[in-house]
């Protein structure tokens, strides 16, 4: 009896010991478990966190950029320099500084994006922020004064397959003059940028495609007789030439704090759009550009700041089916397929933006 009763509290014993086993092992897995959610959650957290970088160049018509900075756009939607973006600057491309992640947004030029998505970059337009900017013109003493006059002759670009050299395919095409490999009826010469006013000058080629301001200077001062400007002309008016760009990566890890910036930016510009004159001033006097006040106000005065995320869409599939029958990109390539992968639109990004926008700080404030 005595003996039973000792085998009884034994198997309670064994089977008291197999539970708390069992508990610890399965509070273990329960504690492993939820340590890897505190660390999948502590990386999506610190990934939203990281700092994203906003390549700036000196260019006039990346004005939002400048005075979204200058005016706390940035800050007005809740984030902090330093903490949530940062500004850089380099004088490689945007294409590049993207490819390496030494930038994560930048802006430019949807012609001059193309080529280098078709190629494999791994990015997407997010936001289009203005129309016009680039124009092309004649010598002064060239006697050419439409572009049908340019039909045989030469035309001086900055790069093949650049955007002013695109924008110039695009105009002469429109005008019935061939500018494919299989049909060229004009000479495209190769000229550092800086070189390319003075090749005009000098009579080393009938006319230039440049961007502004060097093109409303030169037209402003009689150096070249303005053949078409992107900002008025019929064909492209309406189009936008710059947009913002952002990394694969950024869209699919930071799209809150990414959407955020986008907006910024898209008040800063539709504030431009309101204030042109005063815009200008503040972004020579804090010395995002080096200019000429007066030039730089007549030439904003023809571009339009209403910034679209559907408006880029359109000119993002225009541009690639333009620049796919011009032979600029890969004759395999598909136009829709590529128009998609693209562009994209962020939730939290307002299609346009209407109604007076007031900045985070007092413009005037910033004048020097």
Known sequence: MINMKKGSLLLSLLLVAALLLTGCSDAKKN?????????????????????????????????PLHIAKQLQFFEGEGLKEGVDYSYVTSSTTGVEMLSTKQADVTFGLVAGMLAPLDNGLEAKTVLGIHTGCIQLLAGKNSGITTIEGLKGKKIGIENVASSPHIIAQRALASAGI??????????FVVFPKADLPVALKEGKVDAIAIGDPQASILAKDGDGISLFNSATSELLKD????ALWARNETIEKQPEKLAKIVTAIQKASVWIDQNKDLAAEIQLDNEWVVGELDVDQHTLKDYKYLPSVSGVETALTRNIKDMKDLGLIRKDTDADALAKSSFIKLDGVADDITGTITPPVDPKSQLK
Request: hydrophobic share 25%; proline share 2%; charged share 30%.
């Open 31 to 63: 504690k492993e478990t939820s340590s890897k959610a505190d660390s999948v959650a502590a990386d999506t957290k610190k990934s939203e966190e990281g700092v994203i970088k906003i390549l700036y160049g000196p260019g006039l018509c990346g004005i």
């Open 178 to 187: 061939g500018t494919t490999g299989d049909n060229m009826q004009v000479e």
């Open 239 to 242: 189009e936008y030439c710059c």
